[in-house]
């Protein structure tokens, strides 16, 4: 009988963004830097294994438009066996957004979603979605 995965209980945490200055009709970049707990890994955004579930960050409709996610290069590792591509410590991902000729104008909040599994040598958990969200003005 298989035993169910283990919770994750938040095995990243998202650094603060400093908020972002865009002008309307341009483009901009903004960094999130996912914070993963020591002697815990997350699969890279493209793992060797197509049932490993890759880091994936989505950003939600609104004020920003995302064009293009840099994720790092990532660390390679040797798991019961397996050579496998991870992330650890602190994970900068960069977007680079679009910002509408007609974007209103003053402050607003862009929000998404980072998806991931965390594993430690022994285990992995249950993949989890953690909600992300910087603030931006709009000039």
Not at 42 to 49: F, G, L, Q, T, Y
Not at 110 to 136: E, W
Request: aromatic share 6%.
């Amino acid at each position: 009988m298989a035993h169910p995965l283990p919770a994750q209980q938040n095995k990243i945490s998202i650094a603060p963004a400093d908020p972002l200055m865009v002008k309307r009709g341009e483009t901009a970049k903004q960094v999130l830097k996912a914070v993963i707990l020591a002697g815990f890994h997350v699969n890279s955004d493209k793992p060797r294994d197509e049932f490993l579930i890759p880091l994936k960050l989505i950003w939600n409709a609104g004020a920003l438009e995302s064009k293009l996610i840099t994720y790092p290069k990532p660390e390679e590792m040797e798991l019961n066996g397996s050579q496998m591509v991870v992330y650890t410590g602190t994970v900068p991902i960069e977007t680079e957004f679009a910002v509408a000729k007609d974007a209103p104008k003053g402050p607003a909040t862009i929000t998404g979603k980072l998806k991931y599994q965390a594993c430690n040598s022994q285990m992995c958990f249950r993949p989890s979605t953690l909600d992300v969200h910087f603030a931006v003005v709009i000039e």
